[in-house]
């Protein structure tokens, strides 16, 4: 079924999805085979082997190529395996552009993994998308962004980055995970691929690891998809399954989660032992007019520091909260919490990270979609 024409909630139920031929059971099955049998050599139903083709995969990226505005979509066994499949259009010799506040799994692929490989990583500030041109030479394949980030908050202007990439035939590539598609189509800004670690927001159950590429360019869908096929690391078909059954109900957890999002950070902001709040919905972020232009809401996660900058302090906080569950990952219906100086981010050396403030303090909550009331009571009483 082609539902293009069709807005958001619709497609996030119906795209891509058609009754079961044989049974007409209403949920794409399982398809749990390694192999199809064909009538005779290359006589087959469009199937041959699983790590190729596989029906409950194939449904599934159909259905994310349509809530992406996209044409195609590529499923992987995790967002770094997605991640790792992108890099490998790269050839030696080539160089990359990259937002400087970036989800650490990322900057540690690039940097131990395809460093390797003979290709140079320009970690950047683009927080102004001008940044970029200073960056840009005859070797310059690929810019990379995710906004908001990971866990400041920042936004990238994904429009004014991707105008700049046209103008010299770069590829640009937004993970699109924080955001989700409910939030943000970075393709109708002009960016050629969109990641999402499904692992969060897609998903949004904690309860699988997965990993998609979508883009409308028919040659970077056949190169890529080549690479899945080459490479291997495709998902499994129940984790597909998973992915396409959270997706029918993104619109209406993302809708809880922006509104408990903002009664959350609006609360935080107004707490006296409460230092910094990022969120990018507050009227004085220093994007906040280009996250209103490119997004449709603010989303759930949310940072903050404490006036008492310490990390016993945050250790405190971190040790009281009971519906706030102390764990990495985000993105699911439960409340987390986490300290990215002591857990995402514990790699980085202390100078660099308080010097692009990852303070002491900070603390990182990605809000569910529990009762508000019940999540803020919780909130007062571990800060005190
Ligand atoms: C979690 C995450 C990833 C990596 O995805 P996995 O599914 O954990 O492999 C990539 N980017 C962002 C922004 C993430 O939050």
Redesign the pocket.
């Known amino acids: 079924m082609n539902n293009q024409q069709h807005k958001l909630a619709t497609k996030l139920i119906h795209a891509g999805v058609a009754p079961d031929p044989t049974t007409g059971a209403i949920m794409t099955p399982i398809y749990q085979t390694s192999t199809y049998v064909q009538n005779a050599p290359g006589d087959h139903k469009g199937y041959e082997y699983a790590r190729t083709q596989n029906p409950t995969r194939t449904v599934l990226q159909n259905a994310l190529a349509s809530i992406e505005n996209g044409k195609y979509a590529l499923c992987f066994g ?3 395996a997605a ?1 790792d499949a992108v890099a490998k259009l790269l050839l030696p010799g080539d160089e990359v552009i990259v937002a400087n506040d970036l ?1 650490g ?2 900057y540690r692929i690039f940097t131990k993994v395809f460093a390797n490989y003979g290709i140079t990583f320009h970690f950047i500030d683009m927080n102004n998308p001008e940044n970029v041109r200073g960056y840009i030479n005859e070797h310059t394949k690929m810019i990379w962004a ?1 906004t908001p980030t ?1 866990p400041l908050l920042n936004i990238v202007d994904i429009a004014a980055v991707a105008a700049i990439a046209k103008q010299h035939n770069i590829i640009m590539v937004v ?1 699109n ?2 955001a989700s598609p409910y939030l943000q189509n970075p393709l109708d800004q002009g960016a050629d691929i969109v990641l999402h ?1 499904a ?2 927001y897609l998903g949004g159950h904690s309860d699988v ?3 998609a590429l979508i883009m409308k360019d028919a040659a970077l869908e056949e190169r890529l998809r080549f690479i899945q096929n080459s490479c291997g690391a495709v998902p499994g078909p129940h984790d597909a399954w998973l992915i396409l059954r959270g997706i029918k109900t993104l619109h209406v957890r993302m809708q809880r989660h922006c509104e408990n999002g903002e009664a959350i950070a609006k609360w935080l902001r107004a707490h006296p032992k409460v230092g910094k709040v990022f969120w990018c919905g507050f009227e004085d972020h220093p994007n906040h007019e280009v996250a209103k232009r490119q997004m449709r809401g603010f989303g759930g996660m949310i940072s903050f520091t404490l006036k008492n900058d310490s990390i016993e302090a945050a250790n405190e906080v971190l040790k009281r909260t009971e519906l706030f569950s102390l764990a990495e ?2 993105g699911g219906v439960e409340s987390l919490i986490g300290h990215p100086a002591t857990m995402t981010h514990a790699s980085i050396p202390r100078e660099d990270r308080i010097k692009n403030g990852l303070v002491d303090s900070l603390i990182r909550l990605s809000v569910g979609i529990e009762d508000v009331d019940d999540l803020i009571k919780d909130l007062e009483q571990a800060i005190g």
Do not use: A
Request: hydrophobic share 20%; charged share 15%; glycine share 16%.
């Open positions: 995790s967002g770094m991640t989800y799994g990322t995710e990971n993970d995970t924080f670690s692992t969060k690891v997965h990993g990952s985000l």
